[in-house]
Nanobody, 124 residues
Framework: QVRLVESGGGSVQAGESLTLSCVVS????????MGWFRQVPGADREGIAT???????TYKESVKGRFFVSKGIRKHTVSLQMNNLQPEDTATYYC??????????????????WGQGTQVTVSS
């Protein structure tokens, strides 16, 4: 069974940074498309950053230049470096993975495997 475990969430002030990490275990494939979604109460989950099996990266427009997604040397880990965090970045962040996401790398339907989520809170 594929399992995703996130770490690194927390509470910060506006302008500060956080790094989220995720490890996939029980994997069936050598390589995955992996990344991050987030959700605030009352809203749909939104894709913010993913990296595909060829290490191509896709970002939501609002985080470009502030957030950076990367896979580890071992292909079953992914991190999200978040800089200059703002209150509107407050959300539950979810790690995601699937065999292929190239046709829609930020679409919720592209990912079958999800972590439990980690909270990020940014205060002004």
């Amino acid at each position: 069974q594929v399992r995703l475990v996130e770490s690194g969430g927390g509470s910060v002030q506006a302008g500060e940074s956080l790094t989220l990490s995720c490890v996939v275990s029980g994997y069936w494939y050598d390589n995955y498309c992996m990344g991050w979604f987030r959700q605030v109460p009352g809203a749909d989950r939104e894709g913010i950053a993913t990296v595909d099996v060829n290490r191509r990266k896709t970002y939501k427009e609002s985080v470009k230049g502030r957030f950076f997604v990367s896979k580890g040397i071992r292909k079953h880990t992914v991190s999200l470096q978040m800089n200059n965090l703002q209150p509107e970045d407050t959300a539950t962040y979810y790690c995601v993975a699937d065999r292929d996401c190239m046709s829609a790398p930020l679409h919720i339907a592209s990912f079958a495997y999800w972590g439990q989520g980690t909270q990020v809170t940014v205060s002004s």
